[in-house]
């Protein structure tokens, strides 16, 4: 029996912070079941470093990643699609299902609330369902990817 992968995008505007731990939860959690991307409308051009160090904190490599633009992601139709709570609309963008997880941009936090933010994160990644059936695409149960990797 194949699998398919789903495929998931995260977006938020800077594709600094929110989308790119988002994105880092969904390699971690849903190593082999799942194509996580993440986009932004107005992309940085960095990953913000605290989100970085949070990530580490966590086993997680975010170094790797850049931020980048919707224009730059792959194409064609995405089973979820979820705005970090940024406002941003995702005209371009097709998916089966969309999501707005208004998560507040941590960019400016102290570590501690910065923390706070990216475990919010991964608690709605966790909560995240299926498309076709309804059931969590993610869970804690499931065995990460190895440490500090992307």
Known sequence: ????????LFVCVENSCRSQI???????HG?????PYSAGSKPSGQVN??????????GYDLSRHRSK???QISTGEYDVAVTMGCGDACPTVRAK??????IPDPKALSSEDFRKVRDQIREL???LS???TGTGSFSEDRKPASPLRN
């Open 130 to 132: 299926d498309p076709k």
């Open 31 to 35: 190593a082999g079941a799942v194509e």
């Open 49 to 58: 470093p605290k989100a970085i160090a949070s990530m580490r904190e966590l």
């Open 69 to 71: 633009a919707l224009s």
């Open 22 to 28: 988002a994105e880092a939860f969904a390699r971690m």
């Open 97 to 102: 299902k969309r999501e707005d997880w208004n």
């Open 125 to 127: 990644l966790a909560r």
């Open 1 to 8: 029996m194949t699998t398919t992968r789903k495929r998931v």
